[in-house]
């Protein structure tokens, strides 16, 4: 088994001498690291700020080229310290799912509201972006000399939902571009705040932990950061200290559901791995009688000290993700995988419809069980380790493996009283944490809350929910937007805000939603908060359904 580069040495040295090319190259183009003179000067003033007891507004912005691109904007006062006023999606103003385009859309969205509040870009006091772009270059330089020349081939931009090389490039010009769209004469200097540290410290503050006495743990766990897939904290008290980074992108978690769950069934990447963890109900999920998980298992080293390293000879996507990226011996064990030019193919996608049409679909489920079982077998090891090495029963996850709800479901069951109770705090159990918004979707608040943290004001209230993309709609474009779509047949129904007509409102729901109809509730202004709007287009038409079937494809 080979578990780390063929040529780190190599890597290595690609790394050090990129970062020190980099790092100039960056600045001259208005991008700073957040341990930059500059940012620490940027940090200061806002400090300043707050404490004369004024308020701050920080913009949280992904343009790097990376999928969901947005901007975030919250603000920030010496009371109540960070507070979410938008979280704008590009994805939700462009309709393109996971977009890594330019968030244009979202900008304007952002700076109309603004207005509607009395606000201007100027009083945005720090721009700051979702990932350091000098160190997301040098790592990408690392790992393609790392298995060179096979991983030579990845250099060919194929654009996918979650990566492009040629919008990687674009990002490089993202305060350029900013500038331009806010007419200002001067560009916008970006503060490039790491991916991890985003992800951990907006997860914390906005967690119930947060204002809790002791320690909580954060793990981040996704496809990849600046400078590795997974990187573990301690929080506590308004400060946190990184405990690891695993420094590698290929020893992911998140990448290897990512391409079994894609080319097993059949859907792109960033589509297929909720859909691929929902299959696995249908599947063998008995590790001793799965005919797939004890020959799969060997793809993850389980190392001491909670290291996960991939199986290089197993896997070969650290040299080829998109095209090739099955060995020989995987392929003994999956099958060959689907091609990226044909997911979506109907033929191609796990259907559990077909599970009494078709004899090879039983299998596939099966498959997709023993990928769920090796997954959580390591991220079991992951978390054990770092709860037996500090004691801590209060953990954070996020990142997009935070999405995976059987894995947070069997991390529950697997740390409860009898995991704690041989000496790790006796009766006890581990509380967990996952954020409304775990995956790059938040990131760009996190950016934004790295500004606050920085500033020494980075705990504020818990968030809840994840609804603040855009302004919410008034009755009057609820309305138009009814009027504008003849194939929708629609009332409205009476005000919800008496505890009698709330329980009429939830029978009424459950009997829609078991009859196949769509229905929506929503707060309409200018009516009062507690009397929503309820919108319930009846008996849906084909074309509504062929609308469904495509918004839910997508």
Same mark, same amino acid.
């Given at each position: 088994?080979?578990?780390?580069?063929?040529?780190?040495?190599?890597?290595? !040295?690609?790394?050090?001498?990129?970062?020190?090319?980099?790092?100039?190259?960056?600045?001259?183009?208005?991008?700073?690291? *957040?341990?930059?003179? %500059?940012?620490?000067?940027?940090?200061?003033?806002?400090? #300043?700020?707050?404490?004369?007891?004024?308020?701050?507004?920080?913009?949280?912005?992904?343009?790097?080229?990376?999928?969901? &691109?947005?901007?975030?904007?919250?603000?920030?006062?010496?009371?109540?310290?960070?507070?979410?006023?938008?979280?704008?999606?590009?994805?939700?103003? &462009?309709?393109? +799912?996971?977009?890594?385009?330019?968030?244009?859309?979202?900008?304007?969205?952002?700076?109309? !509201?603004?207005?509607?509040?009395?606000?201007?870009?100027?009083?945005?006091?720090?721009?700051?972006? #979702?990932?350091?772009?000098?160190?997301?270059?040098?790592?990408?330089?690392?790992?393609?000399?790392?298995?060179?020349?096979?991983?030579?081939?990845?250099?060919?931009?194929?654009?996918?939902?979650?990566?492009?090389?040629?919008?990687?490039?674009? @990002?490089?010009?993202?305060?350029?571009?900013? &500038?331009?769209?806010?007419?200002?004469?001067?560009?916008?200097?970006?503060?490039?705040?790491?991916?991890?540290?985003?992800?951990?410290? %907006? &997860?914390?503050?906005?967690?119930? =932990?947060?204002?809790?006495?002791?320690?909580?743990?954060?793990? /981040?766990?996704?496809?990849?950061?600046?400078? @590795?897939?997974?990187? /573990?904290?301690?929080?506590? *008290?308004? $400060?946190?200290?990184?405990?690891?980074?695993?420094?590698?992108?290929?020893?992911?978690?998140?990448?290897?559901?990512? /391409?079994?769950?894609?080319?097993?069934?059949?859907?792109?990447?960033?589509?297929?791995?909720?859909?691929?963890?929902?299959?696995?109900?249908?599947?063998?999920?008995? $590790?001793?009688?799965?005919?797939?998980?004890?020959?799969?298992?060997?793809?993850?080293?389980?190392?001491?000290?909670?290291?996960?390293?991939?199986?290089?000879?197993?896997?070969?996507?650290?040299?080829?993700?998109?095209?090739?990226?099955?060995?020989?011996?995987?392929?003994?064990?999956?099958?060959?995988?689907?091609?990226?030019?044909?997911?979506?193919?109907?033929?191609?996608?796990?259907?559990?419809?077909?599970?009494?049409? +078709?004899?090879?679909?039983?299998?596939?489920?099966?498959?997709?069980?023993?990928?769920?079982? /090796?997954?959580?077998?390591?991220?079991?090891?992951?978390?054990?380790?770092?709860?037996?090495?500090?004691?801590?029963?209060?953990?954070?996850?996020?990142?997009?493996?935070?999405?995976?709800?059987?894995?947070?479901?069997?991390?529950?069951?697997?740390?409860?009283?009898?995991? =704690?109770?041989?000496?790790?705090?006796?009766?006890?159990?581990?509380?967990?944490?996952?954020?409304?918004?775990?995956?790059?979707?938040?990131?760009?608040? @996190?950016?934004?809350?790295? @500004?606050?943290?920085?500033?020494?004001?980075?705990?504020?209230?818990?968030?809840?929910?994840?609804?603040?993309?855009?302004?919410?709609?008034?009755?009057?474009?609820?309305?138009?937007?009814?009027? *504008?779509?003849?194939?929708?047949?629609?009332?409205?129904? +009476?005000?919800?805000?008496?505890?009698?007509?709330?329980?009429? %409102?939830?029978?009424?729901?459950?009997?829609?939603? !078991?009859?196949?109809?769509?229905?929506?509730?929503?707060?309409?202004?200018?009516?009062?908060?507690?009397?929503?709007?309820?919108?319930?287009?009846?008996?849906?038409?084909? *074309?509504?359904?062929?609308?469904?079937?495509?918004?839910?494809?997508?």
């Amino acid at each position: 088994m080979r578990i780390g580069p063929r040529h780190p040495w190599l890597g290595a !040295a690609g790394f050090h001498l990129a970062g020190a090319l980099l790092a100039p190259y960056f600045r001259r183009r208005n991008i700073f690291r *957040a341990d930059s003179e %500059f940012a620490r000067a940027r940090f200061g003033a806002i400090r #300043s700020k707050i404490e004369r007891g004024e308020t701050s507004y920080l913009a949280g912005v992904s343009s790097v080229g990376f999928h969901n &691109s947005g901007i975030a904007l919250i603000e920030l006062t010496r009371e109540r310290g960070p507070r979410l006023i938008f979280n704008n999606e590009e994805e939700r103003f &462009s309709g393109e +799912k996971h977009t890594n385009a330019y968030p244009r859309h979202s900008i304007e969205h952002m700076l109309t !509201a603004m207005a509607a509040m009395g606000l201007n870009v100027g009083h945005i006091d720090a721009w700051l972006t #979702s990932w350091d772009y000098a160190a997301v270059w040098t790592t990408l330089i690392r790992v393609t000399l790392e298995e060179a020349p096979a991983s030579f081939s990845m250099l060919r931009d194929q654009a996918t939902p979650a990566f492009s090389l040629r919008a990687l490039d674009r @990002g490089i010009r993202a305060s350029r571009h900013i &500038s331009e769209q806010l007419g200002l004469d001067q560009p916008v200097a970006l503060i490039a705040t790491p991916h991890h540290d985003n992800h951990a410290w %907006f &997860s914390f503050a906005a967690s119930p =932990f947060a204002h809790d006495k002791g320690p909580a743990l954060v793990a /981040v766990l996704d496809g990849f950061g600046d400078m @590795g897939a997974v990187s /573990v904290y301690v929080c506590e *008290a308004g $400060r946190m200290r990184r405990l690891y980074c695993n420094n590698s992108i290929f020893d992911s978690l998140g990448v290897f559901y990512s /391409v079994i769950s894609s080319t097993q069934g059949g859907w792109t990447w960033l589509s297929s791995e909720g859909r691929y963890m929902g299959a696995t109900a249908y599947g063998n999920n008995d $590790r001793k009688t799965n005919a797939y998980y004890a020959a799969l298992k060997p793809i993850f080293n389980l190392a001491p000290n909670g290291q996960i390293f991939l199986n290089r000879d197993l896997a070969n996507w650290q040299c080829n993700i998109l095209n090739r990226p099955y060995s020989d011996a995987l392929k003994q064990i999956l099958g060959e995988p689907i091609a990226l030019k044909d997911m979506w193919n109907p033929d191609a996608v796990l259907r559990i419809e077909d599970i009494k049409h +078709k004899e090879n679909t039983q299998e596939r489920l099966d498959k997709a069980a023993a990928t769920q079982m /090796v997954f959580e077998d390591a991220l079991m090891h992951l978390v054990a380790h770092f709860i037996s090495a500090t004691g801590i029963h209060r953990l954070v996850l996020t990142g997009g493996i935070g999405l995976n709800a059987l894995g947070n479901m069997r991390i529950l069951e697997t740390f409860d009283e009898n995991f =704690f109770r041989p000496g790790l705090g006796g009766n006890t159990r581990l509380h967990l944490w996952v954020p409304p918004v775990p995956n790059d979707a938040g990131v760009t608040i @996190g950016a934004a809350y790295m @500004g606050a943290y920085h500033a020494g004001y980075g705990v504020g209230a818990p968030i809840e929910h994840a609804f603040y993309c855009g302004a919410s709609p008034t009755e009057h474009d609820i309305r138009a937007a009814l009027t *504008a779509s003849p194939d929708i047949e629609w009332t409205e129904l +009476k005000s919800a805000a008496s505890p009698d007509a709330r329980g009429q %409102f939830a029978d009424f729901m459950a009997f829609m939603t !078991a009859h196949d109809a769509i229905f929506a509730l929503t707060r309409a202004r200018p009516k009062p908060a507690h009397a929503p709007l309820a919108i319930v287009p009846f008996s849906p038409t084909p *074309a509504i359904r062929r609308r469904v079937k495509t918004s839910t494809r997508a």
